[in-house]
């Protein structure tokens, strides 16, 4: 069955400090991957998505994750993290190159940053 | 382009009682996905239309259901409500094309609450 792991339920990082957030995802091929962000009351934003080719994608607001195959992972990273960046992150997975749309998500991350 | 607009964001039931959600998705896009975020447990996929046809379901029972019109504006409806059905729905809007390297945008939610 699909599946994606998110293993920390609360991070919390110090204003400036750099951060990653692990996903580990169990799928029968390989995925198309997303990490999502929510703010309090809010929809989920995206950060980044990963297709194919280069393993290391780049997103919105600094944030950059790294696909490995082998690991079966797509952490997200940023280098110096900002108090806005206090929210829940949530990774996904879909099928690929399908045109179905259903997603499968972590139970999510949440960011906590401290002065 | 406007992004996914969902109405009402707020809405307060009883037992018993069925609701209706609305969702426009993004000029274009031919898919809507809907989703229920719980805090047991996250976010759950319910079903996905495409060109007015429900195209993939999620586990949950008859009592949610949804239809698309034909500018690709989506409905779900929830008959005879339970408690446990207070959540934030989600809809999020696609190309919904095979092929392509789709991905999903989000709305801000309707926040349901059942008492």
């Known amino acids: ?115 | 382009k406007a992004g996914v607009t969902q109405t009402p964001r707020y809405l307060i039931k009883t037992r018993g009682q069925q609701v209706t959600l609305s969702c426009s998705p993004i000029s274009g896009h031919r898919s809507v996905s809907w989703y229920q975020q719980t805090p047991g447990q996250g976010l759950q996929f319910l079903f996905e239309y495409f060109s007015e046809t429900q195209r993939n379901k999620g586990n949950f029972p008859g009592r949610f259901s949804g239809r698309q019109f034909s500018n690709s504006r989506s409905e779900m409806n929830v008959s005879t409500l339970e408690l446990g059905d207070s959540a934030l729905y989600l809809c999020a809007s696609s190309l919904g094309l095979a092929g392509t390297r789709d991905t999903q945008y989000f709305g801000p939610g309707t926040r349901l609450t059942v008492l």
């Open chain 1, 1 to 115: 069955a699909q599946s994606v792991t998110q293993p920390d339920i609360h991070i919390t990082v110090s204003e400036g400090a750099s951060l990653e957030l692990r996903c580990n995802y169990s799928y029968g091929a390989t995925p198309y991957l997303f990490w999502y962000v929510q703010s309090p009351g809010q929809g989920l934003q995206l950060l980044l998505k990963y297709f194919s080719g280069d393993t290391l994608v780049q997103g919105i607001k600094g944030f950059e994750a790294e696909f490995k195959r082998s690991q079966s992972s797509f952490n997200l990273r940023k280098p110096s993290v900002h108090w806005s960046d206090a929210a829940e992150y949530f990774c996904a997975v879909g099928p690929m190159n399908t045109g179905f749309q259903k997603l499968v998500f972590g139970t999510g991350t949440r960011l906590l940053v401290s002065p």
